[in-house]
């Protein structure tokens, strides 16, 4: 265990070691952005509206009580919705897309011996193919995140258009009221880390590939496990923190 934090360690000082040609290693950045936000911008737009209307309907079925103002579903699932659903569930999708390309490019890389040419080249090669991804994964998921969250709200409001449990105009007196800025804030510290998390630990396990195209699938695979576990750690560790 403490081997292999050593390496993920050293390796992350390698990859922000100071660049030798800054204009390349910004146009890996940009193409890494791209890659991991517009590329994933699908997936978590359809998986942020439907976990915002099943939120929904799940909280107005539970308010039986007519004590209780219906309105009330509306607070319940914005900050549902912003604290835990978007930042977390996003982040797990992210793991699966995104984590896994990034240990399979690496990890092939690795195995084709690209990477040892890199080196050979006088590239630093953790700089250039690790380093872009740590950032863009840090800057795309919280704007991601930023998305998922207008999206759940939104799938919120279609829920209630649809089944009539809860009225659109009740909703989005819920929606309003006691609004608090800080579940904003903790779900953009989540999603950095998050993204932190996705980003390096993939690029770690593909790094670290030795062997051919089997073992190349079972870094992936690692990356994925690995990454999903540390972010629901993170998610406990941030919560108990800023809450």
Known sequence: MFHSLGKYILLLRLSFRRPEKFKVYWAEVMREMVSVGIGSLGIISIISVFIGAATTIQVAFQLSSPLVPRSIAGSIARDSTILEFSPTISALVLAGRVGSSIASQIGTMRVTEQIDALEIMGVNAPGYLIAPKIIAGMAMVPLLVIVSIALGITG?????????????????????????????????????????????????????????????????????????????????VITRIML
């Open 156 to 236: 919120g409001y279609i829920a209630c258009l649809a089944s009539g449990d809860v009225t659109p105009a009740d909703y989005l007196v819920g929606v309003h009221d006691g609004f608090d800025g800080l579940t904003v804030r903790v779900a953009l510290v989540k999603a950095v880390v998050f993204g932190f998390i996705i980003a390096s630990i993939c690029a770690y396990q593909g790094f670290y590939t030795s062997g051919g195209a089997l073992e190349v699938g079972q870094s992936a695979t690692k990356g994925v496990v690995y990454s999903c576990v540390m972010i629901l750690f993170a998610d406990l």
